[in-house]
């Protein structure tokens, strides 16, 4: 490759950069949006949160009907959640797929679209929202959860904080944040070609990403699945455990965290 080559490379670089950033960043804005709008509750997210902060409150206590049209409302709502949550976190795999794919591209390889990368992170997120949904479902049903989406259950809200909690400090946990900390060494281990390949990679790391941070997601049932303040908390404190330095210590200590947390709420309940 001549010198008179190298400004157009990295032209092109530079400009399929910006498109997956910017891609990234539409995404994000539609997603939060979408939440913000209410997510086809029929009231904005912001009146969503105000409800279900006020117990007295006596709609928010009115069972939702479910039927297979609100199954399907509540799968998109948790789905674009999800999205709007765990996207800031996964953006630096993302820029870095998209990054690697170009070099395999320069040595002639077979180029693969960084959308096909993101799909799996996108089949992976839409998985765990089904599962999400038919707990909300069963939540709702033994009446710990009420149709505002927030916990009606002192003993469920402690157990979940505990159950949580627990989890930040197990062994899987921590396996499965190095991956999410580390996009280089993901890559290194486990590039595969293809469109195929670039598919099963997000897949592989989209579930190390849910595997991370399921149990953080459910606390969700705890403080309202709509309410603006669990949903912006948790989308930052999983952005900050993933990519600042002592993130795996944040982890661990607001897991200990949590179980105090939980355990106080669980001595209050039995006393």
């Known amino acids: ?28 804005v539609i997603s939060w949006a979408y939440l913000l709008t209410g997510a086809g509750m029929g009231m904005t997210a912001f009146e969503m949160t105000d409800m279900s902060m006020s117990a007295m409150d006596s709609a928010a206590m009115q069972p ?40 395999q591209r320069e040595q002639g390889n077979p180029f693969v679209s960084t959308s096909v990368f993101a799909a799996g992170y996108l089949i992976a997120w839409g998985a765990f929202s089904a599962v999400a949904t038919g707990l909300q479902w069963g939540f709702e049903q033994i009446g710990v959860l009420s149709s505002m989406m927030v916990s009606t259950s002192a003993l469920f809200g402690g157990l979940m904080l505990v159950i949580t909690g627990a989890y930040q400090l197990t062994p899987l946990k921590h396996a499965c944040l190095r991956h999410c900390r580390s996009p280089m060494q993901f ?29 953080l997601m459910g606390l969700l049932f705890v403080g309202g699945v709509m309410n603006l303040y669990w949903i912006a908390g948790l989308a930052l404190f999983v952005l900050l455990e993933k990519t600042i330095p002592v993130g795996h210590w944040l982890g661990s200590l607001t897991g200990v965290g949590l179980i105090l947390w939980g355990g106080w709420m669980l001595y209050s309940r039995l006393v």
């Open 64 to 103: 939702a009907v479910w039927n297979a049209s609100y199954a399907v409302l509540m799968f998109f709502m948790w789905w674009v959640m999800m999205v709007a949550m765990m996207l800031p976190s996964a953006s630096p795999m993302v820029l870095l797929f998209a990054l690697v794919n170009r070099r």
């Open 187 to 215: 890559v290194s281990r486990h590039w595969r070609a293809g469109t195929g390949g670039a598919l099963r990679m997000g897949l592989r790391h989209g579930g190390y990403c849910l595997a991370c941070c399921w149990f």
């Open 1 to 28: 490759m001549s010198a008179t080559d190298t400004p157009t490379l990295e032209a092109v670089m530079r400009h399929d950069r910006l498109v997956v950033v910017s891609g990234l960043i539409l995404v994000a």
